[in-house]
RNA sequence: GGCCCGUUGGAGAAGUGGCUUAACUCAUAUGCCUUUCACGCAUACAUUCACGCGUUCGAAUCGCGUACGGGUCACCA
């Protein structure tokens, strides 16, 4: 007589090892009682979404905080939707925004005792823990077709009965042993099954760090946990990699929820210690009054290169989503006048239950904040960094002008109220481009915004005036003074107050005057202040640029 | 459809039965400041916590029901 062992050892013949040596092989981690062993474990199907960087940011996090361990598992058994190269361009991306493993897939190489941390090299675990489960007849062969399957489905559903491959409708269930064997030796292709042994009609219990006890109905399900190509599915694998990597947090997204109760029975069978769940709700985007998932595919904010493009500093995109995971993280980045992640203590309590929408407000705010608080140096080496990959244009007006480039970015820079007025570094060329002479001679090729209430005549005049009567060496305060007294001169008020007072008698005021000067200097009615652009543009640079004003206005 | 999770302003949310006339942040609006823009400052924005019923002296907070939203029911993860 066939018995299940005997199945076993036929079908897994290469395998001498037990579970037991696998415990031996990856003891439990040398760790602090309270360490947390925390992982990201995409599968290598695309770049990365942004939903995985929340994850594994706060996975990370949660290591960090608890000196313990953060590690990458690439899962990629499913080798149909695998796309070639993504798993590298994933640690790339991650890397990008400064989270670095501990240990795991690392792109080009692995690094850590608990490995191979790539799934489709970890098959002979896999067979190992099933070869274990069929002995204990605890696993079978299932040779059903997907018509067979779809079949079964049909008439569930046309009975309302729960669909799915289990009880008296799982028809490979109670093949013996020695017809199993028979149909695998005449070469019949087929899955390997799990052997359920529970109830729908129970509930099962298990706690989330993020919700609390979660009450679900039991699993009764035969899943499959060794496809046709010999690959674990996504169920099994979870319990062999996550007990024999030992990880003692596991944080994924509630799709994940409703399967719980398959992983709670595999890993009883299996004599694995369950571990700690989290499931962390998705980012959302409004669709047409609709809440839905974010997508990959029609949504570009779902990429996380997106940003990368656009030119958040990742401390930003960091920021907002810990804004997110904890929604406290805000006001505390506001008290501490910090928005440096590590700093802040992240818990799982706060997490919120629901699907928050994706909210580019919120980011453009904190990258605002963020970029404000950069030294102008340091923004220099992260924007020519950035627009080396990103933007050609910039790239060629700041490489190697480093001196000039830091002036224009220092105006107003710093202190309580430091101006803010890029949100990405997409906006920097636009912005600061007048800096640069081939912009300027470009912004003003088809004319200068100057107020039209305004005659020629008088703006020729006021131009002509300041150009002899600037004093660059003056001050601030004092070269606005003596732009007052030019702005007397040519019969506007010295200030909006006196005109407003007298309205009738003064062609303007000196707001007026000032805006000429700035409209023949960048070519636009707003810059930064103006005292700053004259002193970096340089007197050589501001006479060139009034008599070009001049010319065109005569 | 079954099951699970959720529902406090436009967004993220605080709130764990009376100290809440529902915090804080973003967004929006208006005003002030100001040589423009940006910044900063000030004010406004939920008579009410999806709705209904119930428990209670008292409910956003507890219970039940309804509605709505999301998730899930693969040899995908």
């Not at 493993?101 to 098959?123: M, V």
């Not at 904040?369 to 080496?381: C, G, P, V």
Request: proline fraction near 3%; include cysteine; aromatic fraction near 12%.
């Amino acid at each position: 007589m066939v018995t299940y062992k005997d199945l076993a050892q036929y079908i897994f013949s290469d395998i001498n090892e037990t579970i037991e040596d696998l415990e031996k092989k990856y003891p439990p981690r040398n760790l602090s009682c309270d360490a947390e062993v925390t992982r990201f474990a995409p599968s290598p199907t695309g770049f990365l979404h942004l939903g995985s960087l929340f994850m594994s940011l706060v996975a990370s996090k949660v290591a960090y905080d608890s000196n313990g361990v953060f590690y990458v598992r690439l899962e990629d058994t499913d080798t149909k939707r695998e796309i070639e190269g993504s798993g590298e361009e994933l640690i790339e991306q991650l890397s990008h925004f400064g989270i670095v493993p501990d240990e795991g897939y690392l792109g080009s190489e692995e690094k850590g005792d608990y490995g191979p941390y790539t799934q489709s090299k970890r098959a002979h675990i896999y067979r190992v823990c099933i070869k274990h489960l069929m002995e204990q007849g605890r696993a079978y062969p299932c040779f059903c077709s997907h018509e067979q399957i779809e079949e079964i489905r049909q008439v569930q559903e046309a009975m309302k009965v729960i669909p799915g491959y289990y009880g008296e409708y799982a028809l490979c269930r109670n093949i013996t042993p020695e017809e199993a064997l028979k149909r695998i030796k005449a070469g019949e292709k087929y899955v390997i099954r799990f052997r359920s042994q529970g109830n729908f009609s129970n509930k099962v219990t298990f706690h989330d760090l993020i919700r609390g006890d979660i009450q679900i109905a039991d699993n009764a399900l035969d899943v499959v946990i060794m496809k046709s190509d010999g690959l674990p599915t996504y169920h099994f694998a979870h319990a062999c990699d996550d007990h024999f990597m030992r990880t003692t947090t596991v944080l994924r997204g509630e799709e994940w929820i409703a399967s719980a109760p398959i992983h709670l029975e595999l890993f009883k069978a299996l004599g694995f210690d369950l571990p700690k769940y989290a499931h962390a709700p998705v980012i959302m985007k409004l669709d047409n009054g609709n809440k839905r998932k974010l997508s990959k595919r029609k949504d570009p904010e779902a990429s996380v290169s997106h940003f990368i493009m656009e030119g958040f500093p990742k401390e930003a995109l960091k920021a907002y989503l810990m804004s997110i995971a904890n929604s406290n993280f805000e006001e505390w980045t506001i008290t501490n006048k910090c928005f440096d992640i590590n700093k802040f203590k992240f818990s799982f309590e706060k997490m919120s239950l629901d699907g928050v929408l994706f909210d580019q407000d919120k980011l453009n705010y904190f990258s605002k904040e963020i970029i404000a608080q950069f030294s102008a140096e340091d923004f220099y080496n992260r924007l020519v960094e950035w627009s080396k990959l990103y933007d050609e244009t910039l790239y060629t007006h700041i490489k190697g002008n480093k001196e000039y480039v830091t002036k224009i970015l220092n105006i107003e820079r710093g202190g309580e109220k430091a101006r803010k007025d890029f949100t990405f570094y997409k906006e920097v060329y636009p912005i600061i481009g007048f800096f640069f002479n081939d912009r300027y001679d470009q912004i003003v090729k088809d004319g200068y915004p100057f107020n039209e209430v305004m005659s020629k005549e008088v703006i020729k005049n006021v131009l002509t005036d300041f150009a002899s009567s600037n004093d660059y060496s003056l001050p601030n305060d004092l070269w606005f003074n003596s732009l007052k007294e030019l702005a007397v001169r040519h019969n506007f008020a010295d200030s909006n107050k006196t005109y407003k007072a007298n309205k009738d008698i003064y062609l303007g005021h000196v707001g007026d005057v000032a805006e000429m000067v700035r409209v023949a200097l960048v070519g636009a009615k707003n810059s930064p202040n103006l005292h700053s652009v004259i002193q970096i543009l340089g007197k050589e640079e501001v006479d060139k640029r009034i008599n070009k004003a001049i010319d065109y206005l005569a």
